[in-house]
């Protein structure tokens, strides 16, 4: 007997797979950033050291750190020094990669060289 949660999971994973996103999480989320740069729909750009190092260029310069913490992406930003978390989902042709609040809004943005 199936159960209501593995459908919904079920149901999930095939709109994600016909959506062209595939969640990551763990050793292949820390490659998909690592060392790259990522290029928003507003202009700005954030770059991800393979040191935790992070900084977002939206005309000014914000450096903070970033993690990956299991299946989400987390980062902070100073002064504050809260971690923030999200989902992380790269596209199906990897030019692309999505973060995905706990409200369930995404910010959308292409690897550079893409």
Request: aromatic share 10%; charged share 15%; proline share 5%.
């Amino acid at each position: 007997m199936w159960k209501p949660a593995v459908i919904l999971g079920l149901i999930a994973g095939a709109a994600l797979a016909e959506d062209g996103w595939t969640p990551l999480a763990g050793d292949a989320a820390l490659h998909a950033l690592s060392g790259n740069v990522v290029i928003y729909a507003n202009g700005a750009t954030q770059s991800f050291a393979p040191s935790g190092d992070t900084s977002y260029d939206s005309g000014h310069l914000q450096p903070g750190r970033w993690r990956i913490d299991g299946d989400q992406y987390c980062s902070v930003w100073p002064p504050s020094d809260l971690w923030a978390c999200y989902g992380l989902e790269r596209s199906a042709d990897g030019t692309a990669v999505r973060f995905i609040a706990g409200d369930g809004s995404v910010t959308e943005g292409r690897f550079a060289g893409n």
